[in-house]
Every structure is written in structure tokens, then in C-alpha cells.
């Protein structure tokens, strides 16, 4: 039972649009009737359905946003049987953007990598395109600024060609580097607005900038994402990391299935991850494709590439 027009929209979109997600995920038919949905299916399948309804009626009731995304990830959830853990990621703010949104975790790998950032002051964070790990790192430091945990926050991002040459771009190096960390700056710009970060930038207090321009530094006293880091080399990756000063919290981010460094040159990202991962102080979060947060179509397209990749494995496994 939905107990209204508002809960129904909420959980089973605009003219039932929903429906067939549920449908797919659980093996059942709906129908809805009224503020009645009636199940068809196992036995199984149809309590599935219950609790799912009725968590996220409760969460509704709660005044929490419950979306398409929220809804997938409960369907998969209930079958793990772990629905309740829904309540973990759905109370707590991470952030607040600059026009009073609040940012918050879908999914539990989410929840795992925000918690791992705050006791630790070397995260790693690898997984597809769409997980948040850019995102929600710049939330936290964009947090830690505001608390004065820190004196700057620190954006960086090798510059590697993408199939493209720099050197065939218009305009002076800061020109053609510039379309390389723009995702950096979209994401600052929402979480506190273009005035608030012109400001900032010209304190000093928030800097974003090309990978090489690390060399040499230290850096105490601030927040460092390192974005994109599976185009790095283990000789850049290391050179990074030793650039830690007091007082800082680092975040190095990547996707390990979409590195462009040249054919045979191994990934800094995936090198260090295997050099540091026995040391306790430092945190490895693996978000998967059940952690991607974007349109439907991207979590169906990372599903797709690797069964792809899965496949060509093992033909090259079995040629072999």
C-alpha cells in the first residue's frame, strides 16, 4: 500500500515509469491500482517487493529524496539481504552545496569511501565513471575548508593526451590545459559557487593545477585530490605522494578500465595500490558498477564493457 499520490510518484515515477525496473530485478508483475500495488510472483519475490515499498515509503515519510537511483540500489540490496543497511547512507550529509542541496551517499561503497577519507590521510579510491569518487572527495574538502581543518584545498590531474596532442590545441599552456581539469572546476562550482571560488583562488587558499607543477613541493595544511590517476606513471604517482606535508588529508582517484598512457606503460595508480597495500594507515576503496550514481544508461554501458572484457579474457585465456 502507498499512502499517497506523492509516496507513488516518488517510488514508481511519473506514470509508473518504474515499474518495469522492479519487474526485471525481482522476477514479479505489478500493477498498480489506486494507491494499491498488487504483486504477482514467488513467494519470495513478492516479500521483496513488500520491504522494498515499505522502506522507501518510510524514508519518504522522513522527507528523504527517494529517486530512481535510490530505488535500484534497494532492489539490489533486498536480494543481498541487506535492505536495512538503506539507513546507514540515507541520514547522513556529507555536504551542503553553496545553494543549500545536500550531498549525500546512494550506495554503501559511497558510504565506505566518505568514512575511509575521514580516518585516513591517504585514501585511494578506484572504480568505474559515475561512483562520485571526484565528486565527493571535493565535498569533504570543500567541508574541511569551511571548518578550517585545513588552509587550502589542492586539485591536481595529469595532463595526458586523450588520443589528442596539446601541442595542436590554441592558446598559451594554461589555455590547453584548462579543458583537462574542467570536471575539477565543475565540481567546485557547484559545491560553492563561482564568487566564493574566485575568492578563494585569490587567497590562495584553492588551487588547481597540472600534475607536473607538483614537483618539488610540499604540501602542508590542505586537501589534495589527485583525479584521473590511472593516466599517471609510477614515477609521477611517487613523486605525488611524497609530497605530503602536516596537517594533510590526500585522495587519489581513478578508473583502472580507461587509462590513456601510451600501450605498455604501467599504470602509477594500480603500481601503488600493489606497493601500499599493507600498510593499515592507508585505505583502498573499490567502488564497483552497483556504486555508479549517474543516468541508467551508464551503470548498463560499465556492465557491458566488462562482460566484454571478461569474455575476451577468457578466449585469450583458452587460445593460450
Known amino acids: 500500500m502507498l499512502d499517497s499520490m506523492e509516496a507513488s510518484l516518488s517510488l514508481l515515477g511519473a506514470n509508473e515509469r518504474n515499474l518495469p525496473m522492479i519487474e526485471n530485478e ?34 519518504h515519510a522522513r522527507r528523504m529524496p527517494v529517486d530512481k537511483i535510490t530505488l535500484r540500489y534497494a ?28 550531498v549525500r551517499c546512494k550506495t554503501l561503497g559511497q558510504y565506505e569511501y566518505v568514512k575511509a577519507i575521514r580516518e585516513h590521510e591517504l585514501t585511494f579510491a578506484v572504480g568505474p565513471a559515475g561512483t562520485g569518487k571526484t565528486y565527493l572527495a571535493m565535498a569533504l574538502a570543500v567541508v574541511a575548508l569551511r571548518n578550517k581543518e585545513i588552509e587550502r584545498i589542492v586539485l591536481t590531474r595529469p595532463a595526458v593526451e586523450a588520443g589528442e596532442k596539446l601541442g595542436f590545441l590554441p592558446g598559451d599552456l594554461s589555455q590547453k590545459v584548462d579543458p583537462y581539469l574542467r570536471p575539477l572546476f565543475d565540481a567546485l562550482y557547484e559545491m560553492m559557487g563561482a564568487e566564493s571560488y574566485q575568492r578563494l583562488q585569490e587567497r590562495g587558499a584553492l588551487e588547481v593545477a597540472p600534475l607536473a607543477y607538483m614537483r618539488g613541493r610540499t604540501l602542508s595544511d590542505s586537501f589534495i585530490i589527485l583525479d584521473e590517476a590511472q593516466n599517471t606513471t609510477p614515477e609521477q604517482m611517487k613523486m605525488f605522494l611524497t609530497r605530503l606535508g602536516t596537517g594533510s588529508r590526500v585522495v587519489v582517484t581513478g578508473d ?23 600498510i593499515p594507515e592507508i585505505a583502498i576503496v573499490k567502488l564497483s558498477q ?24 577468457g578466449l ?3 587460445a593460450q
Open 26 to 59: 525481482l522476477k514479479v508483475k505489478l500493477a498498480l491500482r489506486g494507491s494499491v500495488l498488487e504483486v504477482e510472483g514467488e513467494t519470495e519475490a513478492v516479500q521483496m517487493v513488500a520491504d522494498v515499498v515499505d522502506k522507501l515509503s518510510e524514508l
Open 75 to 102: 532492489l539490489s540490496l533486498v536480494k543481498r539481504g541487506e535492505l536495512d543497511r538503506l539507513d546507514e547512507i540515507s541520514f547522513e550529509t556529507v555536504a551542503i552545496t553553496h545553494r543549500g542541496r545536500p
Open 256 to 278: 583502472a578500465t580507461q587509462t590513456d598512457l601510451p600501450f605498455g606503460k604501467q599504470s602509477g595508480l594500480l603500481h601503488a595500490m600493489d606497493v601500499l597495500a599493507d
Open 290 to 313: 552497483s556504486d555508479v550514481v549517474r543516468h541508467d544508461l551508464v551503470q548498463t554501458v560499465v556492465k557491458a564493457y566488462d562482460a566484454y572484457e571478461r569474455k575476451r579474457r
Open 316 to 318: 585469450t585465456d583458452d
